[in-house]
């Protein structure tokens, strides 16, 4: 489905950008995580990576699940977006709600975590990318069938318990 060439607002562009990120990491499509990030790099517990590594990252922290995904649903909400008189660099800042579900191992439907997610985009030819993107956990719930048991996030997590 081919979407017709229109302008859309930069506040517009930048949520878009929010969003996508949300639906490519729920597919498992940790490539296309990285690809967003071509001109910048994520944050995973203060530990920043480059687009190229942001696949292998994310990887090694989260657990996927036979169809590929990590099934889960990540919402963002609550977006407060910043742009510089110039146009050239923007901020914002969101919640998120990560919630998920493995029936196969009994886990019903529920949040695992909330968050915040602080970002930096920058303008590039005319376009809104990802310079920066950030997460501040909040509230943890049961993250056994999340993060990777023997990842470095999980790790870290349990060091901090």
Same mark, same amino acid.
């Given at each position: ?60 922290? /989260? #657990?996927?699940?036979?169809? !590929? &995904?990590?099934?889960? $649903?990540? =919402? ?32 019903? /439907? #529920?949040?695992?975590?909330? !968050? &915040?997610?602080?970002? $930096?985009? =920058? ?39």
């Amino acid at each position: 489905m081919s979407q017709p060439k229109y302008k859309i607002s930069s506040e517009r562009e930048i949520e878009n950008l929010i969003a996508h990120y949300t639906h490519l990491l729920d597919k498992g499509d940790f490539a296309g995580v990285g690809t967003l990030f071509s001109n910048g790099r994520i944050g995973s517990l203060g530990e920043f990576t480059d687009g190229v590594n942001i696949e292998a990252m994310l990887k090694s922290n /989260l #657990q996927l699940y036979p169809n !590929g &995904t990590p099934q889960t $649903v990540h =919402v963002t909400t609550n977006t407060v977006i910043r742009i510089s008189d110039d146009e050239t660099l923007a901020t914002a800042k969101s919640y998120l709600i990560i919630y998920q579900q493995d029936t196969e191992r009994s886990f019903p /439907l #529920q949040p695992v975590m909330t !968050g &915040t997610y602080d970002d $930096v985009f =920058v303008r590039i030819d005319g376009k809104w990318h990802f310079k920066e993107r950030s997460l501040s956990m909040g509230f943890a719930g049961d993250l056994s069938h999340h993060a990777n048991p023997n990842g470095p996030s999980a790790k870290i997590l349990k060091e901090n318990e």
